[in-house]
DNA sequence: AACGTCACCAACCGCCAGAGC
DNA sequence: TGCTCTGGCGGTTGGTGACGT
């Protein structure tokens, strides 16, 4: 007994295993998402509480796109939230169903070390390795079908009250629009950063058009969790409890489009009723040209042309 | 085929705030 | 009022697989 003691107090690290899920799940049920410290406590699991929730929160719980890329729709969620909001991982993650804190930090993470690289890259052209491009290519139509711009309106700028940022649309020479951001202290940046993803893909040299879809496929904000439902696969984990706390907790939540892969499904109201959005009418339009020339000269060098919607 | 690089992901760590005593 | 505990959050790290050379 003794012994057993002196091993349940050990706390136990690393790769959770089935059985540990097991146990956790079974708690879960049992008792909700919470008094995470008794699953340690009780001899359940040789896991620190916190670990019990993270590992809840992160991988068990219902909903959750395990193993999904980010779609375009929730990487232009994420870059414009984390404009509004800053490294407010847990807030921008309650805009996207399925997604946790980790997962969105994780995105942002990635994304922020391309940029370096693009940025590196840029700037020593000559003797620095091209940029490594995945194969895999996300979805962009819906980058190629943003409403008109607009100007940066006050509602940016109170989201930001250091002032720093603000986005807008503009069109390339291709007549895909961008999302542009600007920085009073270093627009230089935020413009490539806005823009990452476009460039990454102008990296690759594929054909954006190629998988296009025509429709406009907008984002809207939905009221964080009330619009959570089911995935199918979570619903089986619903049966095979008959806990009437899963039923209390997850039952009342509807979100049918949370399915892998799923594709252009609305996260965001229109920008424009949120104020980032289009920039008709503004006292300093940006051309594809002007925008372009914040780039450093030899930053597409190792791009390939992009092709015409044609091809 | 081997190696290096990169992206992605899971998990841990430290800090902080709130609740309970 | 101060201490302790717990949970939440953001930052960071390490592992792994994919890809390029």
Redesign the pocket.
């Known amino acids: 007994m003794a012994g057993k003691r002196a091993e349940i107090s050990q706390i136990r ?4 295993k089935a059985e540990e899920d097991e146990v956790l799940i079974y708690h879960v049920k049992k008792y909700g998402p ?4 008794s699953i340690r ?1 009780k001899g359940l699991l040789q896991r620190t ?3 019990c ?3 809840w929160v ?2 068990l719980r219902p909903n959750l796109k ?2 999904c ?1 980010f779609t375009a729709e929730e990487e232009r969620v994420v870059i414009e939230l984390q404009g509004q909001f800053g ?5 921008i993650a309650t805009y996207l169903p399925g997604r946790t ?3 969105v ?3 942002w ?3 922020q ?2 940029l370096a ?1 693009i940025l590196q890259n840029s700037g020593t052209p000559s003797h620095s ?2 940029l ?5 290519v996300p979805d962009f139509h819906d980058v190629s079908t943003l409403e008109a711009p607009e100007s940066c309106s006050s509602m940016a700028e109170e989201s930001n009250p250091m002032g720093q940022s603000c986005s807008s649309y503009i069109e390339n020479s291709e007549g895909i629009k961008m999302e542009q951001l600007t920085d009073a202290k270093n627009p230089h940046l935020y413009t490539i950063d806005a823009n990452i993803a476009q460039l990454e893909f102008l990296s690759r040299g594929k054909n954006p058009y190629a998988e296009a879809q025509p429709q406009i496929m907008f984002p809207q904000i939905p009221q964080p969790q009330s619009y959570l439902t089911l995935s199918l696969e979570s619903q089986d984990l619903l049966a095979k409890f008959e806990d009437p706390y899963f039923s209390q907790v997850f039952a009342s939540m509807d979100v049918p489009e949370l399915g892998c892969g799923h594709v252009g499904q609305p996260f965001l109201e229109p920008v424009r009723n949120r104020g980032l959005g289009p920039r008709e009418g503004t006292d300093n339009p940006v051309t594809p040209d002007t925008f372009f020339d914040d780039f450093p000269a030899d930053m597409f060098d190792h791009m390939e042309p992009l092709p015409s919607p044609s091809q």
Do not use: H, V
């Not at 490294?87 to 807030?91: C, E, G, L, R, T």
């Not at 490594?132 to 895999?136: A, T, V």
């Open positions: 690290k690393g790769p959770w919470r008094d995470w410290s406590s509480g916190k670990s929730r993270l590992r992160n991988k395990n193993g890329k490294n407010k991982w847990a807030k804190d980790n997962d930090k994780n995105f993470s990635s994304r070390k391309r690289r390795k091209p490594k491009i995945k194969k895999e």
